[in-house]
């Protein structure tokens, strides 16, 4: 269908609480990234899913960051406890199978205060 | 890890100038894509070339494998292809890709 969608688009929390970020793909795209992009740098790697596995969390900076795509499509990436170094945009994206094109969504902007 | 070089790290043309980005890679690499994010921040993919040559209008991109190095040319520069290049490879056996920190592009009218 079309592209890559995340939710929300701006999300503004307090240091402590818990946030959840939605990535939903192309239908069809077999393999789904997480990112972190600080401003003026690339986007750092995350975590990856072919369908519902998580096949590397290897890029997740502490056990406060999880992700899950438990059906196979949308993922959700869910930091805990958040804090002010968690501020920046996190990046979704898919790809029909790995090590093919990259889709990227828009991304979501977080700020901690 | 891989690293990831991108040079220049910040580009001012005239509308209508040619230019070439480059990529340096220090490992061997099984993918490498080009993107371009836009002054809203949008990252969209230009080429998925992990060697030879691919063109697409105005833009083009070679990557030398064996030299571990790609090019991304463009052409007859516009103001549209203002935003950060991004260079991203995946080194051979992991499909973990690795972003370069970009070149920042402004073209001027």
């Known amino acids: 269908g079309a592209g890559v969608s995340q939710s929300p688009r701006y999300k503004v929390t307090k240091r402590g609480q818990d946030v959840a970020l939605r990535c939903d793909p192309i239908?069809?795209?077999?393999?789904l990234y997480w990112y972190r992009q600080a401003l003026g740098q690339g986007p750092e790697f995350l975590t990856y899913?072919?369908?519902?596995?998580?096949?590397?969390k290897s890029g997740l900076p502490n056990d406060r960051f999880s992700a899950e795509r438990p059906e196979g499509s949308i993922s959700t990436l869910t930091i805990q406890r958040t804090e002010q170094r968690d501020s920046a945009m996190y990046r979704c994206?898919?790809?029909?199978?790995?090590?093919?094109?990259?889709?990227f969504g828009p991304g979501t902007r977080l700020l901690v205060l | 890890g891989i690293q990831v070089e991108q040079s220049p790290p910040d580009l001012i043309l005239q509308e209508g100038a040619n230019s070439t980005l480059r990529c340096n890679f220090s490992?061997?690499?099984?993918?490498l894509q080009w993107f371009h994010q836009n002054p809203w921040g949008q990252l969209i993919n230009l080429f998925y070339?992990?060697?030879g040559t691919k063109q697409n209008g105005r833009l083009s991109a070679t990557t030398v494998a064996t030299e571990r190095y790609s090019l991304l040319y463009i052409s007859s520069s516009q103001t549209t292809d203002s935003g950060v290049y991004f260079c991203?490879?995946?080194?051979?056996?992991?499909?973990?890709?690795?972003f370069g920190r970009g070149t920042s592009l402004i073209v001027h009218p």
């Open positions: 070339i992990p060697s």
């Open positions: 991203a490879v995946e080194p051979g056996g992991s499909y973990i890709p690795t």
């Open positions: 899913f072919n369908y519902e596995a998580q096949q590397d």
């Open positions: 239908s069809g795209h077999v393999s």
């Open positions: 994206a898919s790809s029909l199978v790995s090590k093919e094109t990259q889709y």
């Open positions: 490992d061997s690499v099984n993918n």
